[in-house]
């Protein structure tokens, strides 16, 4: 993908994951995102945030301090989209709400991010990523069926996919305003993206299926269908077959089932594939027409022939492969690494129409602009031996820069 | 006002169709074609059986439906802005669409292909369920529990999200073609859009070589906790590593509030004799009698609902998320609407599903075509 936001500026006023992804979404495509944090109680980012961090500009504003929602204000006066994922409470305390902002910004795109989005009974309730995913009705259908309720792999699942729906409606709102000069609020929750993201199980439901519980990877419409444990510590392979493939699964797992495949059960299946590597079993099932494929991990997948050879991944000069955008073409994307909270602050401030020196050291005279502190450890921890012992990592590799070969 | 931009949709299945949904539902004029005999998604059932059609409706609302040989497709390319398929080998033959069809189509603007593997690389021909498509993005590898195998997500996960990333770059793409006239062509896979969720795990390998895997149960129980009548969702704050006195004093269990269980780690260490206190008082009262009582004293708990909990949702109601469709016997039924509310900004889609495939032939060949 080209650059088609280029030209395109974003105030952002975010915080943990969903809104500063969606924002990176916009990054990616060229738009100049500035991401504002209070610099007041910051810490060091993590290595795990340098992905939401890429391609951007930061500057702290504390707007707790004197002129501090003056700057906001003004700099919002001269964007094309301002968003937050802060308490609807929070941006009329400063006077940073759609309605303060439009008085500024009469095209403004303004997005909200929230738990259960701006207005109902539920407006002003906290929620996070994690209970978003509990409270749209996700985890209930995640995992074996006597287990507790599971939850969606990573942290950030709701909050990821509230990200994606929030760039979607960037996009389609600055499409509406270049053809009316209209502003537009995008008032997005996690609850309601994800029961979105949930549409076809309620729609199904609606339409007379059983209530949605745990199954574990069974589906009803597959007469075999599920993840089976391969040789080797924690690998295992993912099966989906229809009844046209039984007789390719059997000839492929040496099970003999010469036309009756009534015996090919799932028991027998998980005994074939117990004693052969994954990767194996897939290629083999695949080359049969079986749908198939090895459980990968995040080795497997940053060292996957598939994936480099379409361009997802891309580069941060750091030199290491990172996720692309969920449409792909990460190769094409030209990443520059996190900046440090504050750095672009007299750059952004004194842009043309903006702040005069003197303002801008005004400003940070009275702590309403500041710098956080640098740097971004991704420093290797001495001593794994409790988390492994616990099974909280599958495994620590001593060599893990086999994704070097796909750099050339 | 300019009048609505318009999308062709071409696909069978989930993950196209639903980025063309989303066109539907910020304005767009989208028009469905169906191969002979119509979209197999229409006869489809729920992974739990019954429920048949519902994925159908759920992604082509708010679109019209035609029937067209291979010539009137391209006809009707040529009027479109966005083409939108399943252009792998898989998707071409279920739809219809001859092969080189992605190459060939000449819209205004851009055609997207959504698939499992995408258009191009060693396993594009590779055949694909969602599951499998989990399976490959790394982050089936990363859901469910420790003691337990990977565990799918709910239905058409990977699909969706394919879909939307599709929607999304639909929109993006046809920006730059608006700007130099060159129609763009975009190649989206489910399996990348889910691999995109997962970019600290990729980062924690990249940097640190650890490969991280499913959390453990211990640390699940810390989250979903069972109650006298189903779960709540238990969170003292918004990350792990917050103090439990909050939870102490809800539950009525002082010892909690020690130090030695303020921390995430402390926890650890005392695992069993920390789960001892805090899991059983929680089945002396209703998940919902501990969910309002949680909000009194400012814990951000949830509820952890069911598909019916939703359809009873007063929050939903009021922001009019759920719509009323057209159930299976012809009387309304609740589905999820447009994912976000606007104000001001384009129109919602406004029409339900084509009930039956080519039921706008006619209609959509003379307003695109000009045909009589």
């Not at chain 2, 001892?276 to 089945?283: A, E, G, I, K």
Request: with cysteine; glycine share 10%.
């Amino acid at each position: 993908m080209d650059q088609p936001l280029a030209g395109i500026t974003v105030l952002s006023m975010e915080q943990a994951a969903a809104l500063p992804f969606a924002t990176r979404h916009l990054a990616d495509l060229g738009a100049e995102v500035i991401r504002v944090e209070s610099h007041g109680r910051a810490r060091p980012s993590a290595l795990s945030e340098s992905d939401l961090l890429r391609n951007k500009r930061r500057i702290g504003i504390d707007l707790a301090a004197e002129g501090g929602p003056e700057v906001f204000r003004r700099l919002a006066a001269n964007v094309d989209v301002v968003a937050h994922n802060f308490t609807p409470r929070v941006m009329r305390k400063y006077g940073i709400d759609f309605e303060s902002v439009r008085q500024v910004n009469p095209d403004v795109i303004y997005v909200s991010i929230t738990g259960f989005g701006t207005t109902g009974p539920w407006g002003e309730r906290p929620l996070f990523g994690p209970g978003a995913e509990a409270v749209s009705g996700h985890n209930v259908m995640i995992g074996e069926p006597d287990a507790w309720p599971g939850r969606p792999g990573t942290i950030v699942y709701a909050d990821n996919n509230t990200g994606l729906n929030a760039a979607f409606a960037v996009l389609a709102a600055l499409d509406h305003r270049d053809a009316t000069g209209e502003a537009v609020h995008v008032d997005l929750s996690l609850y309601e993206a994800a029961i979105a993201h949930l549409g076809v199980a309620v729609t199904e439901r609606a339409f007379g299926a059983p209530l949605p519980e745990r199954i574990g990877n069974a589906d009803r419409r597959y007469p075999l269908h599920g993840v089976f444990a391969a040789a080797g510590h924690d690998r295992s392979v993912a099966i989906a077959a229809a009844e046209a493939d039984l007789p390719s699964v059997g000839r492929v797992l040496g099970l003999n089932v010469s036309g009756d495949v009534a015996g090919l059960d799932a028991e027998r299946v998980a005994v074939a594939v117990s004693a052969r590597p994954a990767e194996e079993v897939a290629a083999a099932l695949q080359a049969a027409g079986v749908a198939a494929h090895a459980v990968a991990d995040c080795s497997d997948q940053v060292q996957d022939e598939h994936l480099w050879a379409r361009g997802y991944f891309g580069i941060l000069l750091d030199g290491g492969p990172h996720a692309g955008p969920a449409f792909g073409g990460g190769a094409d994307v030209a990443m520059t690494p996190p900046h440090r909270l504050g750095q672009d602050n007299d750059d952004v401030l004194a842009r043309p129409g903006g702040f005069a020196p003197e303002e801008i050291e005004a400003a940070r005279a009275a702590g309403a602009i500041g710098e956080g502190p640098a740097g971004m450890e991704p420093r290797r921890p001495a001593d794994y031996s409790v988390r492994l012992a616990r099974a909280e990592l599958s495994r620590v590799d001593e060599t893990f820069d086999g994704w070097r070969r796909f750099l050339s | 006002m300019s009048p609505a931009p318009r999308a062709l949709d071409l696909a069978t299945g989930v993950g196209a169709a639903y980025a063309t949904r989303m066109l539907a539902e910020v304005g767009w004029d989208v028009v469905k074609v169906e191969p002979p005999g119509g979209d197999p998604l229409r006869d489809e059932v729920s992974r739990w059986g019954r429920g048949r059609g519902g994925a159908f409706a759920y992604v082509n609302y708010g679109k019209r439906g035609v029937q067209a040989d291979d010539r009137d497709i391209e006809r009707l390319a040529a009027a479109a802005d966005v083409a939108v398929g399943d252009f792998s080998p898989a998707g071409c033959a279920a739809s219809g669409v001859s092969a080189g069809m992605f190459a060939a189509l000449s819209p205004r603007l851009v055609v997207v292909s959504v698939s499992a593997f995408g258009l191009t690389g060693p396993k594009a021909n590779w055949a694909a369920t969602d599951l499998v498509a989990q399976a490959a993005s790394g982050l089936m590898f990363l859901t469910g529990e420790h003691d337990q195998a990977p565990q799918q997500l709910p239905p058409y996960a990977a699909a969706i999200t394919g879909g939307i990333a599709g929607a999304t770059a639909a929109l993006a793409a046809a920006r730059s073609a608006r700007a130099d006239g060159v129609v763009r062509r975009v190649d989206v896979s489910t399996v990348e859009a889910m691999a995109s969720h997962t970019y600290s795990q990729t980062s924690a390998y990249v940097y640190r070589g650890e490969v991280h895997r499913r959390e453990q149960r211990e640390k699940q129980a810390l989250r979903m906790v069972p109650t006298s009548d189903g779960y709540v969702y238990c969170a003292p704050g918004a990350v792990a590593n917050v103090d439990m006195r909050g939870v102490a004093e809800l539950i009525g269990e002082s010892r909690l509030a020690e130090e030695r269980f303020q921390t995430a780690e402390g926890r650890m260490q005392h695992y069993q004799e920390y789960l001892d206190l805090f899991v059983p008082p929680f089945r002396q009262k209703t998940a919902q009698e501990w969910f309002q009582e949680a909000e009194r004293l400012h814990l951000t708990f949830a509820l952890v609902q069911t598909v019916d909990d939703l359809f009873r949702c007063p929050q939903l109601g009021a922001r009019k998320m759920l719509r009323q469709v057209p159930g299976p016997d012809g009387r309304p039924v609740p589905a999820p609407g447009r994912p976000f509310r606007l104000e001001g900004g384009p129109p919602e889609a406004s029409r339900p599903w084509p009930e039956d495939p080519g039921e706008h032939t006619a209609e959509v060949f003379r307003e695109w075509l000009g045909a009589q």
